[in-house]
């Protein structure tokens, strides 16, 4: 079976840093698009940074030049490292994977997400 684990928030002072890990195991992460999403309450969950198997990574407008995503391959674990934090950065923050397929639906798998709070 597929998890995804998430850990690394927590709660941090404006203008701090913080890195998120997520553990997947059950795939590769490096044959999926792996992803960082958040979502705060009364809001719908957005994507906050990309990395594909290839290709180039996509970021949010709201966070470029602050946050970057990694992936380590020897640990099948996916980073995103968040710099400058601001206040509005606060979110529940999930890990996902996606796989496009050819044939069949695509597959699509989350983590159960970390809490980040940045306060002011």
């Known amino acids: 079976q597929v998890q995804l684990v998430e850990s690394g928030g927590g709660l941090v002072q404006a203008g701090g840093s913080l890195r998120l890990s997520c553990a997947a195991s059950?795939?590769?992460?490096?044959?999926?698009?792996m992803g960082w999403y958040r979502q705060t309450p009364g809001n719908q969950r957005e994507l906050v940074a990309a990395i594909p198997g290839s290709g180039s990574t996509n970021y949010a407008d709201s966070v470029k030049g602050r946050f970057t995503i990694s992936r380590d391959s020897a640990k099948n674990t996916v980073y995103l490292r968040m710099n400058s934090l601001k206040p509005e950065d606060t979110a529940v923050y999930y890990c996902n994977a996606n796989l496009l397929r050819f044939i069949g639906k695509p597959l699509d798998y989350w983590g159960q997400g970390t809490q980040v709070t940045v306060s002011s």
């Open positions: 059950g795939i590769i992460v490096s044959h999926y698009t």
